[in-house]
DNA sequence: CTTGAAAATCTTCCACA
DNA sequence: TGTGGAAGATTTTCAAG
């Protein structure tokens, strides 16, 4: 699909703010609000959007420790693989999960209240699948956290 | 803020799709839409729910390759945080920053088109701040990667 | 908390330039 | 593409049980 740079600025805006009423879009981006309800439903059907969610508070939901955890296996089969797998995608601390080029294979974020929460999720982790080398590393302060992708590379 | 464990459903399907009507909401925590209502608002109050956002897809956005960066530093001095810090969060690719207990100073997330972007994006990085190790990892596969908070840890 | 409903606001779509 | 407006939904507030 094609964005023009107004489609551009639809999406910079509702990355920030999706509680924008249509009309409100429209006038920041020069548009009327028909020809600009249009394009987010194009962009929506398009999966350019893809959906809408509500932000919490880590801190006020009790999640305030971010912890990465970097793995390293020594098992390579496929069973092995989408056993780990699914087990790492059903624990709700896992907010983030890749698997890695280089020295580590697997990079996941968590995030819990504390030490000891963390210690439950690491027991978690290790029980049932073999790794061969699990090291965490505690974010001590968040610098910079966002959703919004960068759209200087589009079109 | 207390919560109980209707608002925690409430977060739930928040986090999961903002669209839906307050009505729909409401019948599927089992309340009629006014109380309904009523708490969203209120945990907006509150500060639980920070804001509502659009996300995208990051392959049709042009960013479909994610980079880790780990920073070491010598200089520690404050003035050299400040201006590292606020050199990181001006870089738009750069979608998570923290400053990190244990053998890496800082880690950041970076999201970029291919290689040859990322290159651009690093050079900016080492460009005015002197940093002591810079290394990266390419993500291969993106296994989980979701903005909802585990709602396990309140009250 | 619930229901019911009124008022204000938005979204959605239509006809037309 | 754009504009303006009509029709239909929704949100938001209120009174009363």
Redesign the pocket.
């Known amino acids: 699909m094609k964005l023009d740079s107004?489609d551009i600025r639809i999406l910079d805006i509702l990355q920030q703010n999706a509680e924008l009423?249509?009309?409100e879009i429209a006038q920041q981006v020069g548009?009327?609000?028909?020809?600009c309800?249009?394009?987010i439903?194009r962009l929506k059907e398009a999966g350019v959007i893809t959906r809408q969610v509500a932000l919490l508070d880590a801190q006020k939901v009790n999640v305030g420790v971010t912890v990465f955890v970097s793995v390293r296996t020594s098992t390579h089969s496929q069973e092995w693989f989408e056993s780990f797998k699914a087990t790492v995608q059903a624990i709700p601390e896992v907010v983030e999960f890749y698997r890695m080029s280089g020295e580590v294979d697997y990079l996941l974020r968590v995030v819990v209240p504390d030490i000891a929460a963390y210690d439950r999720v690491y027991k978690r982790l290790i029980a049932g699948t073999q790794l061969h080398d699990v090291s965490s590393s505690f974010a001590m302060e968040e610098l910079k956290l966002t959703t919004a992708l960068p759209l200087g590379y589009v079109g």
Chains 1, 2 share one sequence.
């Open positions: 107004i009423q249509t009309a548009l009327s609000t028909t020809p309800w249009r394009r439903q």
